[in-house]
């Protein structure tokens, strides 16, 4: 047990899992080069020095380098997780007992649990609050009216928490500026379209161990999320089916994920579109039969199927 880690609190599943834990927080550092550099500046001109700094956040590896960068700017940092899924033990464990954060994190804790961790962050008494879905802000608000007043202010994740934070902000009881992260449109890109559309899908994949080719999915609301969820299920070769109750994302969804079918269903192709089509898809049957003839073991079963079903939907799909 390292002096830093019997030093503070902390409520973890296993510290002895720091040592992988950290080469983890290593090896997302070398994708963050921008952070890096932030936490260089940061340890020269120290911006957060004496500032209490409550983090509700997804405890990983990314989360792991901002703290790392927050503690170079002098903050005194406590960390807890905004989703019990997706706490990684070992990257808490590591930023107990080699950086000294305190971390509440654990995967799968319950509610329970969480309102705990939510609680012991406010008696942390912050400076500032980093949140991930408004729950620490609204718990301050709600159950410590007077200590809200000396928040300097809050940041605000996700979609969820704006929402939240729009409605305390309508009864007139927020009383600090709250930074709307999720507004960026960086932070839209990034992290709803690419990272959600990619992580939901690794994550079905993952828990289900399915093929998603031929498959039918339905997205509910074409939004960020939905949008790069659709269109990685689409390119994964799924039959991909939205559902939105915005007629104008509707009409957005039905050109871009469906545009062929969209295209085909309302204009019927000339005589001579239609015989070039014909020969296209001679040819590229022609390609593909000749490509799997010639092909590795897996090109090998790829053929049987084609052979069993010679020019029907599935094939078209994928
Ligand atoms: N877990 C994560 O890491 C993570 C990351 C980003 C966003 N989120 C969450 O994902 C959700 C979506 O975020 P977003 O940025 O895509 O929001 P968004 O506002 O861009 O999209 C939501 C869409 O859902 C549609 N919608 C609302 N009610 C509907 C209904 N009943 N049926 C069909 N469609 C409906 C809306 O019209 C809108 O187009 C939010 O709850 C957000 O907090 C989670």
Not at 96 to 104: H, K, L
Not at 115 to 138: C, K, N, W, Y
Not at 220 to 241: E, H, S
Request: with cysteine; net charge positive.
């Amino acid at each position: 047990m390292s002096s830093a880690m019997r030093a503070i609190e902390h409520d973890v599943k296993d510290v002895s899992l720091a040592p992988q834990g950290k080469k983890r927080i290593e090896w997302a550092e070398r994708e963050m080069p921008v952070l890096r550099l932030i936490r260089e500046r940061f340890g020269a001109e120290q911006p957060l020095k004496g500032v209490r700094l409550v983090a509700c956040a997804h405890i990983t590896t990314e989360t792991a380098n901002l703290a790392r960068a927050l503690q170079a700017g002098g903050a005194d940092s406590l960390l807890i997780a905004s989703n019990p899924l997706s706490t990684q033990d070992d990257v808490a464990a590591s930023l107990v007992s080699d950086c000294g954060i305190p971390v509440f994190a654990i995967k799968g804790e319950t509610t329970e649990t969480f309102r705990r961790h939510v609680r012991t962050a406010l008696d942390f008494e912050p400076d500032i609050i980093i949140d991930d879905g408004s729950d620490v802000v609204a718990t301050l608000i709600k159950e410590q009216p007077d200590r809200a007043k000396k928040i300097i202010g809050s940041t605000e994740e996700t979609t969820t928490g704006i929402v939240r934070l729009e409605a305390m902000l309508k009864a007139g009881v927020l009383g600090f500026p709250s930074i709307a992260v999720n507004n960026a449109q960086t932070k839209h890109l990034f992290d709803n379209r690419y990272g959600t559309g990619q992580s939901t899908l690794d994550g079905i994949i993952r828990a289900t161990n399915i093929l998603l080719a031929g498959r039918t999915l339905v997205v509910i609301g074409y939004g960020w999320c939905g949008k790069g969820l659709a269109l990685r299920a689409r390119g994964m070769g799924a039959n991909v089916v939205v559902t939105e109750i915005d007629p104008i994302k509707a009409v957005d969804r039905r050109g871009c994920i469906n545009r062929r079918y969209f295209r085909d269903r309302h204009r019927q192709p000339s005589r001579d579109r239609r015989r070039a089509l014909r020969q296209n898809e001679r040819r590229r049957d022609r390609r593909q039969q000749r490509s799997l003839r010639s092909g590795t073991e897996s090109g090998c079963v790829a053929r049987v199927v084609w052979r069993a079903n010679p020019r029907q939907a599935f094939r078209r799909r994928i």
